[in-house]
Every structure is written in C-alpha cells, then in structure tokens.
C-alpha cells in the first residue's frame, strides 16, 4: 500500500520567513495530495491540495509543488505568521473519489514573533 | 462545504466497556471514513463505510472491535468494544465533499480508558 514519509517532524521559524514542509510517497498510482493543519484540539482543516496533472497550486501564502517523477510534494508558506503555527499533515490516495487517504506523520509548525 | 456532526465530543470510560461515536453530516454522501488520531500521532484509517453494505477494515483494525454501522447515507457510528487503555485516542470521522473538492473531518472524540 501507499506509504508517505513527511519531514521535518519540528519547524521553527521567525515571523515573515517561510517554511517548507516536504513529503514523498510510494505509490506511482496516486493521484490526489492534500495538505491539512491541525491547531492543538480542534479538527484538521484542509488548507490546499493538488492532483497529478498540476505540477503547482497556489492560494494566498501557501503554495503546494509536486513532482510526479520523484514522487514527492511540497507545502510552502511564504510570510509566515504566529496564526501559522500548528500540526501540519501531508496525505496521498489514489483516487479522488471515494479513496483512502494516507497520511504523513505530521510537522509541527512554530512561528515565533 | 459539508457540517459534520460528531458526538461526544469526549468521554471517560472504564476498561471492558464499549462506547459509540456518532457522525451526523447535513448532506448525503456516498462513503464515510473513520480515523483514530493517537496522541501526538498522524492519523490512521480504521475503516471505510458505505451505505448499504458492510464496512471495510484496514490492517490491523477487525470489526469486532470497531463495528460500524452505516444506517442512511448521512450517519454513521463507530462503536469502540471491550476498550483497553490502548484505546485511548481521538477518533475522527470525515467525507468527501464530492469528487474532486476535498475530505472533511468531524471535530473529533477525545476517548480516554481508565
């Protein structure tokens, strides 16, 4: 099955830097990568996603790269602010419709003043 | 997008008992996914449920311990049997919002087993 590996575990960075989180899956098949933050408590809230046949999608600060050919996908945050900070996951599926998602193990986001 | 509906939010519960989580979407949807999150954890897929039919188990989850029940196309429940400490996560249930617009998650039940 689909396997996803997710780094950093921890980024810290100061206000108005970005941040990069990067992921990589296993499965040639999948076709669907959404990005989700998970402030502490609450539910994970789908942020940005992209399919196979685009290689970039952006909104506002947040942009998501991906590379079909090295099976990895990027989450960039540009401008960071204090909001930003939270658990941010990386998922993958096979299909859009009615697929399961497999998700990466998780960044946890500090943005310090 | 779609209001998903998830109760209790939280519960304490003894060793050996069972507790069953609710998830009320104010859409029909074909399929409902049921997640646990351990602490500090990405989360984990434990089952699909489709409308009409029985559930399908992910490795390493059984429908005996996690039986679901998928009554009409906009409920769902997720029983949690003979819990153990290890038990003890946050179970979330999701949809799709249609195809090609994204996944939606529940906010959650926090379940601690004493």
Known sequence: ????????STLSVQEGDSAVIKCTYSDSASNYFPWYKQELGKRPQLIIDIRSNVGEKKDQRIAVTLNKTAK???????????????????????????????????????VTP | SAVISQKPSRDICQRGTSLTIQCQVDSQVT??????????????????????????????FVIDKFPISRPNLT???????????????????????????????GSGTRLTVV
């Open chain 1, 1 to 8: 099955g689909e396997n996803v590996e997710q780094h950093p």
């Open chain 1, 72 to 110: 990895h996908f990027s989450l960039h945050i540009t401008e960071t602010q204090p909001e930003d900070s939270a658990v941010y996951f990386c998922a993958a599926s096979t299909s859009g419709s009615w697929g399961k998602l497999q998700f990466g193990a998780g960044t946890q986001v500090v």
């Open chain 2, 31 to 60: 399929m409902m996914f049921w997640y646990r999150q351990q602490p500090g954890q990405s989360l984990t897929l434990i089952a699909t449920a489709n409308q009409g039919s029985e559930a399908t188990y992910e490795s390493g």
């Open chain 2, 75 to 105: 409920f769902s429940t997720l029983t949690v049997s003979n819990m153990s400490p290890e038990d003890s996560s946050i179970y979330l249930c999701s949809v799709e919002e249609g195809f090609g617009d994204g996944y939606t998650f």
